[in-house]
């Protein structure tokens, strides 16, 4: 299925900053519960991730992500998510976060 660039350009994805990670124990899969600083503009919006394979809880606060923050807010257990953080698949199927591989401004947009 082939999209617009215009379609492309309604998916806001940004860069942010974890700035906590918490067990998410209420999860149906292993999970952590993210809070991800988009910068001023945009601000802190909360996630769940399920990347306890490769990612231990204390490595993740200041690591940058990638995250779509216009999707609507989606209720998983108790926890409401207000950005989808991107991954791709590592060999065993696992996430792996997509990040900048240098450090850039908070709240900068993919494109």
Avoid: C, H
């Amino acid at each position: 299925m082939t999209i617009s660039f215009d379609d492309f350009l309604k998916v806001d994805v940004r860069v942010g900053r974890i700035v906590r990670a918490e067990p998410f124990p209420e999860a149906r899969k292993p999970a952590y519960r993210l809070w991800v600083d988009f910068g001023p503009e945009i601000g802190e919006r909360k996630s769940s991730a399920q990347i306890t394979r490769n990612y231990a809880l204390d490595e993740l606060p200041g690591r940058l992500v990638l995250g779509v923050i216009n999707f609507p807010p989606r209720q998983i257990g108790p926890v409401m998510s207000e950005v989808l953080v991107l991954g791709v698949p590592d060999e065993e199927g696992e996430v792996m976060l997509i990040a900048p591989d240098r450090d850039v401004p908070l709240g900068g947009r993919l494109y």
